[in-house]
Structures are given as structure tokens and as C-alpha cells.
């Protein structure tokens, strides 16, 4: 009786020290995995930088594959689809990376990004929303709610918002251009002037703010100012051509 009690007391101990020690190993292989996927987020990262999105989604795929919780792996693949136009996929990376990092500003800003492109003007407000309650300070989130709520011809809420984004960066010159659109479908061409002069002077090669300054003009009966601002839009941009000229 002694016996058996010795070798089931020892079966037990065996068989507990096989049970730890499977689980140090799946927290070892769990360990390497991480760290592998971390090298090719960083891979990744790289290649989005240099612009190589094929090589990158590559990358970010392998990284999650390794690690299917890696929230930046799924932010960094959604830009990835957004760079190749694939917005749908994109929403659902970031839906993703939402549900795993529910904090995280900028995953609500690029989805919010996604939903422009889409028109989808409200829903990309909220998601901007949610990054401006997340981070106060996200002066890019401010610009882009602000070219949402022009789309939706929300003006003078547009306006706010380009006040408060040039006001946390004011040398942001999209902020000044947005705001000109702004104050340009208001009416309010020489307050769309001033801003398209500013957006011009922080970027010089900003063509789109010049050939809007200069449809500004126009309207001033400044015809000489407006065709001034046409050529140099189209010296940048050839697609920029002035509109009222046959």
C-alpha cells in the first residue's frame, strides 16, 4: 500500500513539473514571438516611411501574425491601406486596433481621415471628436473636424476649429488655407485673402493656396492680383489653370 501511495505521489510531482514546464515554454515561444514581431513592425514602419506599402503590409501582416494583439501593427497597416486606397480594409484595421487600445487618439484620427476620403463628413466628425476628448491638444484633429464641417457647409463651426488648431500650431498653413475656404464661401474674400497670404508664406509652393487666393481676387475685381496668383498655381501645378482664361 506504501508502495503505490510513493509512486502515485511521484506520478503527481511528475506530472506537475510537466505542467510548469509547458507553460514556461509557451511563455518563452510567447516571448520570441513578440519580440519578432516587433522587428517586423519595425521593418514595417520603415518601409511605409520610404513609401514601399507593399513591402510594408508584408511586414505589419507577419507582425500581427506573430502577435494578433499588436495595436500599432493594425494602426500602421490601416495608413498602409489608406496610402493604396483600400479604406474599407482600412476602417476595419483600425476598428481593431480600437477595440484593443480604446485610448489611443490617433487610431480614432486616422479612421476619422478614412471617413473623409469615404465623404462620410459625420461620422468622420465624431471620430475626430473622440480624439480631441482623448488629447485636447491634437491641433491636426482640429483642422481636419474643421474641413469636415466645411464639407457639411458648417462655416462658422469650421472657422472655430481652424482657430483652435492654428492656435495650438500656428505654423500650420493647411489651418490658414482651410479657414480661407472657409471665410471664401462666407463671402468674406479679403479675410480669405489674409489667409491664403499666410498659408503661402509658411508653405511658398502651397499652389493650391495661391490659385485660391486668386479666384479670391477675382472676386475683388483685383484681376491683375488673381492673375498673378493663376500663373504661379499653375508654375507648380500644371493642373492648376486659370478659369477664366480660354
Known amino acids: 500500500m506504501k508502495k503505490i501511495l510513493l509512486v502515485l505521489s511521484l506520478l503527481g510531482l511528475f506530472g506537475g513539473w510537466i505542467e510548469k514546464s509547458n507553460e514556461k515554454e509557451k511563455t518563452e515561444i510567447s516571448s520570441v514571438d513578440f519580440k ?7 521593418r514595417g514602419s520603415n518601409k511605409y516611411k520610404l513609401n514601399d506599402y507593399e513591402g510594408a503590409m508584408l511586414d505589419f501582416n507577419k507582425a500581427i501574425e506573430l502577435n494578433s494583439d499588436f495595436t ?3 494602426v500602421f497597416r490601416g495608413l498602409v491601406k489608406d496610402s493604396l486606397k483600400n479604406f474599407e480594409d482600412a476602417i476595419l484595421d483600425y476598428n481593431k486596433a480600437i477595440k484593443l ?3 489611443y487618439a490617433l487610431t480614432y484620427y486616422n479612421r476619422g481621415v478614412v471617413k473623409n476620403e469615404l465623404k462620410q463628413y459625420k461620422e468622420a466628425i465624431l471620430d475626430y471628436n473622440k480624439a480631441i476628448e482623448l488629447d485636447s491638444e491634437y491641433a491636426k484633429a482640429y483642422n481636419n473636424r474643421g474641413s469636415a464641417q466645411n464639407s457639411l457647409k458648417k462655416y462658422n463651426e469650421a472657422i472655430l476649429d481652424f482657430n483652435k488648431a492654428i492656435e495650438l500650431d500656428p505654423e500650420n498653413s493647411s489651418a490658414y488655407y482651410n479657414r480661407g475656404i472657409a471665410k ?3 463671402k468674406n ?15 511658398p509652393k502651397f499652389a493650391k493656396a495661391y490659385y485660391n487666393r486668386g479666384l479670391a481676387r477675382y472676386k475683388l475685381k483685383n484681376y ?4 498673378s496668383d493663376f500663373k504661379k498655381a499653375n508654375e507648380l501645378n500644371p493642373e492648376l489653370k486659370n478659369p477664366y482664361k480660354d
Open 101 to 103: 487600445d480604446p485610448k
Open 189 to 203: 474674400y479679403i479675410g480669405a485673402i489674409l489667409d491664403y497670404h499666410k498659408a503661402v508664406k509658411l508653405n
Open 224 to 227: 491683375i492680383g488673381a492673375n
Open 184 to 186: 471664401h464661401d462666407l
Open 36 to 42: 519578432e514581431a516587433e522587428i517586423y513592425y519595425n
Open 72 to 74: 500599432y501593427a493594425y
